[in-house]
């Protein structure tokens, strides 16, 4: 099949592998503009223009979508099918519909839950037991078309944002090899999603990373595993401010939520609002390097 692929992070990446050793004809590849990165502002390229270029493919990068330069290159390259996962651009209806199969996407949600920004991230913070891939056509309004395939997997309990980020990258690239040969042969199943049932998944901001002690043990766990890399889960304690990687189960205990209960191997022991403490086991004060809570404490002893 005659592909245009439009990706741009790591997530996208598996998809356009499995594209390319699949056999499929890739037209060209769409991504977002190069971003400066560091503080030496060097110009970097996005993962999914690093494998497109690795493989000879020709990359675009418009700024636009709605100007007309991205339609004259789609009704140049002349694809029978637009893929898109993660590109990160709003595409107009116009190039969605120009390709004889449409437009599809690999969306790292069960549809109809979590359309939108961030769905890895708040599967993570609502502690959902499962996720997975869903397949959908693309329509004018975001994430609401019908969907074509599923695959499911269940969310590890102490499985971070990375971890699952890689791991549904691969089950998308897998759910979309799967769709293909039904879209060709005229089997895929079109499912419209339940109205009814729609989350949003909003994007992240730093004002979701302070922890409030008096919640449940378990939801600060979850804004902890759900935050990383960015902007993630912070705390100030004994005057310093830490970002948060690591958290493990505490014990039972009367103490006000936000007391330190214990410092040492076992890492920063905190009273949660449940009744439970819960521990810090890996750290980044501000202005040094992440590391185990215990590695921190041999330099930096806290008062409980």
Known sequence: MRILFMGTPDFAVASLKRLVEDGHEICGVFTQPDKPKNRGHKMQFPPVKEYALEQGLTVYQPLKMRDGEAFSIVQELNPELIVVAAYGKILPEDILNYPKYGSINVHSSLLPKYRGAAPINWAILNDEKETGVSIMYMVKELDAGD???????????????????????????QALAETLPMLEDGTAVRTPQDESQVTYASMLSREMSPIDWNKPARAIDCQVRGLIPWPCATAEIAGTRFKVYRTAPGQATDKAPGTVLSAGKKGIEVACGNGESLYITELQAEGGKRMAASAYLLGHPIEV
């Open 147 to 173: 969907v074509l395939h599923v695959l499911k997997t269940e969310i590890g309990a102490e499985e971070d944002l990375p971890s699952l980020w890689s791991r549904l990258s691969d089950l998308g690239a």
